[in-house]
């Protein structure tokens, strides 16, 4: 069964602030296939980002960072950005303060 795939408004300015449309393409690809079991994609996160799940996208430099609702069969993106461990840049870091 497929499942709706949904931007929050913090993942759209995120995905708006990508300048490459290349890249803008590739995450969009990306997002589209969520919408073909997601819960079987990614990774589940823990400890601060409990709950939500991580993709790869565009050579496994992007990330995306969903949360499913099961009952609704909806994919809502919370967050999309670069991977760049131990900085405050990192997406990770970032989809921290987004749901605090």
Known sequence: MVWTVYFTSEAEEMFQSIKDRR???LIINRAQRLALSPDLQGKAL???LEGLR???AVGRRY?????????QR????VAIGIRKAGTRDDIYELAKKLIR
Do not use: Q, T
């Open 23 to 25: 890249i803008r393409k």
């Open 46 to 48: 823990g400890a601060d």
């Open 54 to 56: 991580s993709v790869r």
């Open 63 to 71: 990330r995306i960072i969903y949360e499913l609702f099961a009952e």
């Open 74 to 77: 909806e994919v809502w993106i």
